[in-house]
């Protein structure tokens, strides 16, 4: 199996299998993820609790799974956030040019000064920290990449013989934009949609580890790091289980990304 | 390269001032009163008063910008509400703790990624080269936080060889001092010797797929040459950018890291500031954390015309 589809396959398995648990986490559960069960205090990995209990003697498996919702939501949600807003200061930036392509990637430039946590840590001083304000965070600070790659993506296109053919056709700018240009720039979209959402997957985990994220009483891979912490010298398993599930997913995604570059340019596809 | 630099700077102080000008107008957002949201509703009107006299709160937010600023640049940047110091001194004092971890990581981090990712480049195709870009991968994958809280589970609840967590100073003990940055340094470390990896790897594969490293070759040089003379001093330019970009990594890096050991570095400070809706300190931290961001890429910028004499400045 070549390297493009060894990633493609693997990432594609390791995201099937968070989404799988996501959706699944909606219509079966082992046990209720917030049930209390002070006999099963640190279990280990058994029949009954297939990836051992919490402090609380918590399910892991089923806080898992419904941590696997909020993962791919805020991501996925922050992503959009990233993508819509990025796009649109880049391809219009790109298109229009001069003053207008300066004065938006400069400010788009400081937004390069604010990484998610930074972002999250401003948010989360005017508005009460939470997933919303975790999503913002992490879409205002991932908008310079797509604004940049879709800036430069038009700058390239915008020039072409058959852009210009349907300009010579009459078609309006907005029309020359979304229907010559912008379709030319979707590979490379598409490939930075996963990476990002690797580094959402990441970020979120952080921000809910910090208490910036998810709410506390809400499963959440971050929020369950969090817990553990004062409790690894009695029990590795609430530490090691989100934790794990943080990396697959994080590989998953950038699997996926790197597969689809590799794919999707002519250049490197076999 | 003169006119270049003083224009990439200028470039580099306006993303600060705007910078400053998205803090400072970020905690204008904040609703209502401040004065109220610090001291809470059933507070002393006189006590009101005085705060939002102490912030600033009874000049126009526009003169308060100004005024803030031009307290920045003479070193005054307020007083912390928490503490009721003056912030600069008290983000020079946890600069003492995030710098050294930061520096730390980012240490080892080159140390283990420019010699892996070169050797890795030079011996592709070969058994080990799918092994480091494996190894690479998962290593990026891995949460810093996650990465620290095992390191705790085996070095210091397992082996008891460090301490968990905590700081006792420099002044107080310079021996433990470093012993207890060391697993947050590793922490923060290792991952970004993951990423770096995969990038060094990747800048050196395409200097060494250009014509004239194949022309070096052809003309009989030692690989030793080839690689440290003409391959290696190409690739230093993307080399620079990474570690330009690693130390950013590092530096935001530390927020989470502080939190997981307990060390009372700048990020932990920002996280009890927005607690304590201490403002002044809050603003002031994060202006530090994005100037810095903007500084490391004008450095970064700047060290490309110092590498490679191609890139001719205007």
Known sequence: ?270 | MLGYLTRRFLTALVSVVLASLLVFSALLLVPGDPAVVILGMNAHPEALAALRTRLGLDVPPAQRYVQWLAGVVRGDWGESLQFGRPVAALIWVRLGVSVPLALGAATIACLIALPLGIWAALRRGSATDPIVILASQLGAAIPSFWLGLLLILFFAVELRWLPAGGFPGWDRSPIDSIRALILPILALGLGQAAVMTRMTRAAMLDVLGQDYVRTARAKGLPQRSVIYKHALRNALVTIVTILGLSLTNVFIGSIVIEQVFALPGLGRMALTAIGNRDFPLLQGAILVYASTIVMLSFLVDASYGLLDPRIRYG
């Open chain 1, 1 to 270: 199996m070549s390297g493009t589809r060894l990633n493609l396959v693997l990432g594609g398995w390791l995201i099937g299998l968070v989404v799988g648990g996501a959706l699944l986490s909606f219509v079966w559960l082992p046990h209720d993820p917030n049930r209390l069960d002070f006999a099963a205090q640190f279990a280990a990995p058994s029949a009954a609790h297939w990836l051992g209990t919490d402090h609380f003697g918590r399910d892991l498996f089923s806080r898992v799974l419904i941590g696997a919702r909020g993962t791919l939501y805020v991501g996925v949600i922050a992503v959009g956030i990233a993508l819509s807003v990025g796009c649109f200061v880049g391809a219009v930036a790109g298109f229009v040019g001069g003053v207008l392509d300066e004065v938006m990637m400069r400010l788009v430039d400081v937004l390069y000064a604010f990484p998610a946590i930074l972002m999250a840590l401003l948010l989360a001083a005017v508005y009460s920290p939470g997933t919303l304000t975790a999503m913002i965070a992490i879409g205002l600070a991932t908008v310079p990449i797509f604004a940049r790659l879709i800036r430069a993506s038009v700058l390239s296109i915008k020039g072409r013989d058959y852009v210009e053919a349907g300009r010579a056709l009459g078609a309006r700018s907005p029309r020359v934009l979304g229907v010559y240009i912008l379709p030319g720039a979707v590979s490379p979209i598409v490939v930075q949609a996963s990476l990002s959402l690797a580094v959402a997957v990441l970020a979120e985990a952080a921000l809910s580890f910090l208490g910036l994220g998810t709410p506390p009483d809400v499963p959440s891979w971050g929020n369950m790091l969090r817990e553990a912490q004062g409790f690894m010298a009695l029990s590795p398993y609430p530490a090691v289980v989100p934790g794990l599930a943080i990396m697959l997913t994080v590989l998953g995604w950038s699997l996926l990304g790197d597969g689809l570059r590799d794919w999707l340019d002519p250049t490197t596809r076999r």
